[in-house]
C-alpha cells in the first residue's frame, strides 16, 4: 500500500526554496528592512554583516532562501537572521514567461523577469514559466 497524504495540497515549489541537490553556497546576513523570500537581495548598510531587498541588477549577490519559521510568514523582519544563496539552483518568482537558458532581469520593482528591467550577471532560468 502506497502512501501518499504528504503531497496533500502542497505545491512543487515556493519561492526561495532549493531548487535542487546540486552543490550550491548559502550565506547568513542580518535584514536590513524587512525581506520577502525569494527575492533578491544586496549588501546593506553594513556589507559585511546585513543584506536588504534589491531592485539594481548590478547590486544583487543572492536570493532570500525559504526557511520554516514558526510564524509562516513570507517575511524575514528587520534584523532577521537571512539564509542567501550566493551559488546554486533556488525557485524564483517570474513577473513575465521566461525561457529555459533566458538571462535574469531584475525590474525597478524588483520582480524578476527576462526582458524588462536590467540583467543580472551570472544568472539565468534553468525552466521555462
Do not use: H
Not at 45 to 51: G, L, N, R, W
Not at 70 to 90: H, I, K, N, R, W
Request: aromatic residues 10%; negative net charge.
Amino acid at each position: 500500500m502506497a502512501f501518499n497524504w504528504y503531497s496533500y495540497g502542497q505545491d512543487k515549489a515556493v519561492a526561495g526554496m532549493k531548487a535542487d541537490s546540486t552543490v550550491d553556497v548559502v550565506d547568513s546576513y542580518a535584514s536590513e528592512g524587512a525581506i520577502a523570500v525569494g527575492k533578491a537581495v544586496e549588501l546593506g548598510t553594513d556589507p559585511a554583516k546585513q543584506v536588504k531587498e534589491s531592485v539594481t541588477a548590478a547590486n544583487v549577490i543572492g536570493i532570500a532562501i525559504f526557511e520554516q519559521k514558526v510564524d509562516a510568514s513570507p517575511l524575514y523582519p528587520d534584523e532577521y537572521a537571512v539564509p542567501v544563496m550566493t551559488f546554486g539552483d533556488v525557485w524564483v518568482e517570474v513577473a513575465e514567461a521566461v525561457t529555459a537558458g533566458d538571462a535574469v532581469y531584475l525590474s525597478t520593482a524588483g520582480a524578476f523577469g527576462s526582458s524588462t528591467g536590467s540583467a543580472v550577471t551570472g544568472m539565468t532560468y534553468l525552466t521555462s514559466a
